[in-house]
């Protein structure tokens, strides 16, 4: 399961979230990004949903919570999935949705079954450009869910090796905009930038460093150097 390669479009990496999620929501995605990808079925021009079953074993393991638990914690999880929406940018527009149809806890089995939005697998599946692939092992050792974020928006510009973002656009794909904690620089810089760098560089597959683009003295955007690590395969 860690070896499972997560493979999506660069739309979805940086939908604007409204909400920010916490570090078990964004591995329950990124699991079920895995999955589907691992299967490797192909889909009708419908994009039928496709259910992804999991040990509650092997769920509490992946999301570091007690087995004794996971009934409680998985809903709690569950719940939260559906009710957060994002936005992503398209050709003609824009579209909003969940992640998930469903989720459901099999008491008698131990077993865990959800249904990823059919919305979302064109954005996987029967991708021929501007996608970026990792393995998941690469966020399942992240605390802080920023890190897994910015480590994705990073991860797709490994091969160019350095990428801009502006503060504005990456509060809104953090979903951090509307949070009275982060309209301070200092604790964007601190909170996020700081713990994600110090946690992608010791546990992911990518080196990455930051300087500050400032208008005045204002910080207007950060600019990141991406590395990837040698002997690290990814």
Not at 8 to 27: D, F, M
Request: charged content about 25%; overall charge positive; glycine content about 4%.
């Amino acid at each position: 399961m860690r070896n499972n390669l997560v493979v999506q479009s660069n739309a979805l990496i940086e939908a604007h979230y409204r909400q920010e999620y916490t570090v078990q929501e964004q591995r329950t995605v990124l699991w079920l990004i895995s999955e589907i990808h691992k299967e490797d079925y192909l889909l009708s021009k419908n994009y039928p949903n496709k259910v992804i079953r999991i040990t509650a074993k092997d769920y509490a393991d992946l999301m570091e919570i007690s087995v004794r638990n996971v009934y409680r914690d998985a809903q709690k999880i569950a719940d939260n999935l559906g009710s957060k929406r994002f936005t992503i940018q398209t050709e003609s527009g824009w579209i909003n949705f969940g992640w998930i149809s469903s989720m459901e806890y099999k008491n008698g089995e131990g077993i865990i079954e959800a249904e990823i939005s059919s919305k979302i697998l064109p954005y996987i599946l029967d991708l021929k450009n501007k996608f970026t692939s990792f393995k998941l092992e690469n966020i399942l050792y992240l605390k802080s869910s920023h890190a897994i974020k910015l480590y994705q928006l990073l991860a797709q510009y490994k091969a160019i090796g350095t990428r801009e973002i502006q503060i504005s656009d990456l509060r809104s794909i953090l979903g951090i905009e509307n949070s009275s904690t982060y309209q301070l620089y200092g604790n964007i810089k601190s909170k996020i930038l700081e713990i994600s760098k110090r946690e992608i560089n010791t546990k992911t597959d990518l080196t990455i460093s930051y300087f500050e683009v400032k208008k005045g003295r204002k910080v207007v955007s950060i600019k990141f150097k991406i590395t990837q690590k040698k002997n690290v395969k990814c």
